[in-house]
C-alpha cells in the first residue's frame, strides 16, 4: 500500500529566505509526482507535476525534484514571499489498482513572515 | 472556462441524516474524482467516475456512494451521518486518465459538519 510522508508538518521563515520541503513514498511504483498548494478553507492548485520519466520540473520560482528510486521528491523555493503562506501537499499517482487516484501526504504548513 | 464548482459550500447536519453534494466538472472533463479531507487523516479518496461509470473507489464504508450523469456532472452522498464524516469534501476532474495528462483540477469544496 502507497503511502507518502511529508517533513516537516509546519515550517516559518522569515521573507526572502530559500527553502526545501520534502516527500517521501514507499512504492517507486508510480505514474507521477505533483505537488499542490492549498490555502485555508480552500481547494487544490496544482503547483508542478513530474512524470515518473523525469527528473525535476520547474515553474518561477519553484523547482521540484523527483528520485524515483529512494522515493523522494523535494519542492525548493526560492527567496521566499507572504504570499507563498499556504499548506503544501505533495501527491503520487500509484501503478496499482486502476490508477485514477492520488495518495497525498499531510502536507506542510508554510508560514512566511514579513 | 469556469473552473470546477461544488454545492453547497457549507452545511451542517445531524447524526443519522444523509446529505447529498454536487459537483459540476470543467466543462470537456468526463472524469470526475472525490476526496475527503479531514486533520487527522488528511485527504483520502473516495471514487472516480468516467462517463457514468466508477472506476475506481477507496476504502470507505458502504454509507458513501457517488453516481455522475450524462452531462459530467457527479452527486455523492452518506447515508446515516456519524460524527467522524465531518470533513471537507473536494471533487477533481480531468478530462484523460490521471497516468497520461496527471492534470487534476479541484473545486474549493463543501464543508461538512455533523452534530
Known amino acids: 500500500k502507497q503511502e507518502v510522508t511529508q517533513i516537516p508538518a509546519a515550517l516559518s521563515v522569515p521573507e526572502g529566505e530559500n527553502l526545501v520541503l520534502n516527500c517521501s513514498f514507499t512504492?517507486?511504483?508510480?505514474?507521477?509526482l505533483q505537488w499542490f498548494r492549498q490555502d485555508p478553507g480552500k481547494g487544490l492548485t496544482s503547483l508542478l507535476l513530474?512524470?515518473?520519466?523525469?527528473r525535476e520540473q520547474t515553474s518561477g520560482r519553484l523547482n521540484a525534484s523527483l528520485d524515483k528510486s529512494s522515493g523522494r521528491s523535494t519542492l525548493y523555493i526560492a527567496a521566499s514571499q507572504p504570499g507563498d503562506s499556504a499548506t503544501y501537499l505533495c501527491a503520487v499517482n500509484p501503478r496499482e489498482g486502476g490508477s485514477e487516484k492520488l495518495v497525498f501526504g499531510k502536507g506542510t504548513k508554510l508560514t512566511v513572515n514579513p | 472556462k469556469a473552473g470546477v464548482t461544488q454545492t453547497p459550500r457549507y452545511l451542517i447536519k445531524t447524526r443519522g441524516q444523509q446529505v447529498t453534494l454536487s459537483c459540476s466538472p470543467i466543462s470537456g472533463h468526463r472524469s470526475v474524482s472525490w476526496y475527503q479531507q479531514t486533520p487527522g487523516q488528511g485527504l483520502q479518496f473516495l471514487f472516480e467516475?468516467?462517463?457514468?461509470?466508477?472506476?475506481n473507489k477507496g476504502n470507505f464504508p458502504g454509507r458513501f456512494s457517488g453516481r455522475q450523469f450524462s452531462n459530467s456532472r457527479s452527486e455523492m452522498n452518506v447515508s446515516t451521518l456519524e460524527l467522524g464524516d465531518s470533513a471537507l469534501y473536494l471533487c477533481?476532474?480531468?478530462?484523460?486518465?490521471?497516468?497520461?495528462?496527471?492534470?487534476?483540477?479541484f473545486g474549493e469544496g463543501s464543508r461538512l459538519t455533523v452534530l
Open positions: 513530474i512524470q515518473s520519466s523525469q
Open positions: 467516475y468516467f462517463s457514468e461509470t466508477q472506476r
Open positions: 512504492d517507486s511504483a508510480i505514474y507521477n
Open positions: 477533481a476532474s480531468s478530462w484523460d486518465r490521471l497516468a497520461l495528462t496527471g492534470e487534476l483540477f
